[in-house]
T-cell receptor, first 114, second 113 residues
Framework: DQQVKQNSPSLSVQEGRISILNCDYT??????FLWYKKYPAEGPTFLIS?????DKNEDGRFTVFLNKSAKHLSLHIVPSQPGDSAVYFC?????????????FGKGTLLTVNP | DAGVTQSPTHLIKTRGQQVTLRCSPK?????VSWYQQALGQGPQFIFQ?????ERQRGNFPDRFSGHQFPNYSSELNVNALLLGDSALYLC???WGSGQKTQYFGPGTRLLVL
């Protein structure tokens, strides 16, 4: 049972336009969400996170939106740059004193075309 | 500021052998988590070590074991290797008291023949 789902395996956008990556989750106990970027032959790099007490968090070109009622979050990248081309993973962490693991989606391959 | 480091970068083993992977956490971090990433999948949580104890474990068999040393570095051991253990093994570090963001190392690519 996949608790974090990224339903789009790939996304292609033009340089300068907006990239929107989506993520859905099923576990209502998740209270912290993260986005990671991964280049081939490297480990995932942390991009941005959001707590369930917020609905938006911004960091430069990256904005994450959280819709708790829909159990949906999205990552917006504006403007997109060719260097943003990578696999993006959505991850979630649960509440409670004994839940320390991150649960990941399968990832979305973003290609930004010059 | 040194990030998370892992060794070796690549490893080839045969079925039935045992392997040990190593990880040094980011400076200032005291918690180490291990993940397995199969091709085309997201990372899957194996276990987390804090204060030299296994604090939480994912759905992995007992063939997967670990250790954390007093300097916070960690080892992942896998016994009786199976072909299906071929994957990228990722180490992530964080600060134990409530920090949920984990920072990953570059990984060790394990191939079991």
């Amino acid at each position: 049972d996949q608790q974090v789902k990224q339903n789009s395996p790939s996304l292609s956008v033009q340089e300068g336009r907006i990239s929107i990556l989506n993520c859905d989750y099923t576990n209502s106990m998740f209270d912290y969400f993260l986005w990671y970027k991964k280049y081939p032959a490297e480990g995932p790099t942390f991009l941005i996170s959001i707590s369930s007490i917020k609905d938006k968090n911004e960091d430069g070109r990256f904005t994450v939106f959280l819709n708790k009622s829909a159990k949906h979050l999205s990552l917006h990248i504006v403007p997109s740059q060719p260097g943003d081309s990578a696999v993006y993973f959505c991850a979630a962490s649960g509440s409670g004193g004994s839940n320390y693991k991150l649960t990941f989606g399968k990832g979305t391959l973003l290609t930004v075309n010059p | 500021d040194a990030g998370v480091t892992q060794s070796p970068t690549h490893l080839i083993k045969t079925r039935g052998q045992q392997v040990t992977l190593r990880c040094s956490p980011k400076s200032g971090h005291d918690t180490v988590s291990w993940y397995q990433q199969a091709l085309g999948q997201g990372p899957q949580f194996i276990f987390q070590y804090y204060e030299e104890e296994e604090r939480q474990r994912g759905n992995f068999p007992d063939r997967f074991s670990g250790h954390q040393f007093p300097n916070y570095s960690s080892e992942l051991n896998v016994n009786a290797l199976l072909l299906g253990d071929s994957a990228l093994y990722l180490c992530a570090s964080s600060w134990g008291s409530g920090q949920k963001t984990q920072y990953f190392g570059p990984g060790t690519r394990l191939l079991v023949l």
